[in-house]
């Protein structure tokens, strides 16, 4: 009865691990890679899904949709003919601003992982929380738009911190924007010094072949060193 | 003992709001009018308030700048001599993802009120939670960039919901973006029907008039008719 508020939530988050360590026992027994994919809302998840999932050969990927609310997204990838699976966080409230390891679980029965080799979860639009709350993850994939400013890994550094790849979207709009590349650069340095990084362009098709490239060595057994990188 | 955990999000929201009228009491008595301002990640929330807050005529600003972490927007403000006040959310944890209104409350003795006609809180770049969590405002702007493509109204939607006020921000970029603004207007008309909006660039200057109008009738007193619209 003498808890404070901070050992709520430290007690939250050991149950999501505990949760997410089952979830991650799961995508391993049918030997399924996972990539917890995250942005700000609108920093192109989805566009680079749609240009990426097509072009990757030999590996066989499925999507988790999360979304506060509607499928749209589920919708947009339809036409790839991959399974998408799509899962809402809205109870009724205004909707939880992430997915945690529980609302994942509660997806698995939905998840044809005897049929993939790499499932993509696409996270709620969120640079803050969906960092705070691991799902059984191999790796975490952000995506940083350059369209949102140098400062952003300064600003939400868990997030950041956390990813072992950070995509640079929307390279194509660089010559239109003051967007000082190199500062960002140094930026995410400061946080996450050294971490993989692609430019990238969903609506050209830059850096989708490297993105490709990472992914396929993240979901082949001799790529499985990044597994270890995300604590729980 | 029988609660559910639904009950207990209810509990959080009354408590808040409860501190949300007391919040709201205060800045009456001052007769200051108090903005919530909120957005994604990188919409453009600080560029707007360093090109509005210079072109205010007969409007005294002041700002509380609610971040994760850091003081970085804080620092922009800096040079429009205004009063600033920084709140950081983080508790040693990844931070809170959203402004609440007992974090305003703590901020309340470090706000020079008596000084100031209009309070600007520039909440945390997020789409979801900060809508759930009124601090005792008197009306709602959120910054909607055309970055962020036409889908965002129905995928966040009690943002736009809630929202006095829409500004759709970076429209200088339109030429070089496939947004179709018809199609997020219609959008957002499905759910905030009718709801004010600016078509703004912080670039360019485009609609910062229109802005400053609007805020300016907002925090006369004539102006005040927007007050009781913020249910809380």
Request: aromatic letters at 4%.
């Amino acid at each position: 009865m003498h808890r404070t508020r901070i050992r709520v939530v430290e007690d939250a988050l050991d149950a999501n691990n505990t949760i997410a360590r089952a979830n991650r026992a799961d995508f391993d027994r049918a030997r399924v890679t996972v990539v917890n994919l995250m942005s700000a809302p609108g920093a192109g998840k989805t566009a680079i899904l749609e240009r990426v999932i097509g072009e990757l050969q030999g590996v066989s990927v499925g999507v988790l949709e999360g979304d506060v609310q509607g499928s749209l997204d589920a919708e947009r990838l339809a036409g790839l003919h991959v399974p998408v699976t799509q899962l809402n966080t809205d109870p009724g409230f205004g909707g939880e601003c992430h997915l945690d390891a529980n609302m994942v679980r509660s997806a698995l029965d939905s998840l044809p992982l005897s049929e993939i080799d790499l499932l993509v979860i696409e996270n709620v639009g969120n640079l803050v929380c969906p960092a705070e709350f691991s799902v059984g993850e191999d790796a975490r994939v952000m995506v940083s738009s350059v369209t949102e400013g140098e400062d952003k890994p300064l600003k939400y550094p868990l997030m950041f911190r956390t990813a072992q790849l950070v995509l640079i979207n929307k390279v194509d709009l660089l010559p239109h924007l003051e967007f000082d590349l190199e500062h960002f650069l140094y930026n995410l340095d400061q946080v996450n010094p050294g971490v993989d990084r692609i430019l990238l362009s969903a609506r050209s098709g830059e850096g989708t072949g490297a993105l490709c490239d990472w992914l396929t060595r993240l979901a082949t057994p001799a790529g499985g060193g990044v597994r270890e990188e995300v604590a729980m």
